[in-house]
């Protein structure tokens, strides 16, 4: 039988050695948060800068996509027969491509909700209707005792975070002319 190979717990890098090392550390801590926030700041004005210039770029080559279909489905309507050999088929190729006309699969739309749930129960459409049961977490958190009461439930910490928060420092910041 194989011998389990030992992992080694990996050694921390940066762990300050006094009090003055910690508060050094906390502060540490605040700027580069600062620092990667800002730089995340720069990049999404990049990103969103290139994203319009696409869209700028590509705007009209997609308006005369738009064209182009709007006009292939002009007149592939308007011979819709001759092109699906008198209904047999719901396509037509050209060669270049393919134009197919396919049906949406159908849908149910609502309106006044609370009367479609009276009538299908008045005339017995219960299979229309779905009745759901949910625990509710949050009413055994506010009464824990009682639901601990209640085979299977068990209430607990999630456990316990650490948490640095630098004190953020109230800078001046440059004014664009």
Not at 85 to 110: A, E, I
Request: aromatic share 6%; charged share 30%; glycine share 6%.
């Amino acid at each position: 039988m194989a011998r389990a190979a030992k992992t080694k717990a990996k050694a921390l890098p940066r762990v300050p050695q006094s009090r003055e090392d910690a508060v050094w550390t906390v502060g540490r801590i605040g700027t580069l948060q600062r620092e990667i926030a800002a730089r995340k700041a720069r990049a999404d004005e990049i990103i969103r800068a290139a994203g319009e210039a696409f869209d700028n770029d590509v705007a009209p080559l997609a308006d005369e996509l738009a064209q182009h279909q709007e006009g292939i489905q002009v007149y592939c309507e308007a011979h819709r027969m001759k092109l699906t050999d008198d209904g047999k088929v719901k396509y037509h190729n050209f060669g270049t491509g393919t134009v197919k006309w396919r049906l949406r699969p159908p849908s149910v739309k609502l309106k006044g909700v609370e009367v479609i749930i009276e009538q299908c129960r008045k005339l017995g459409f219960l299979a229309f209707l779905n009745e759901e049961t949910k625990i509710n977490k949050d009413a055994m958190l506010a009464d824990p005792d009682k639901a601990r009461l209640v085979a299977g439930v068990s209430i607990s910490s999630e456990g316990e975070d650490f948490v640095v928060e630098p004190a953020e420092l109230e800078t001046a910041q440059p004014v664009k002319a």
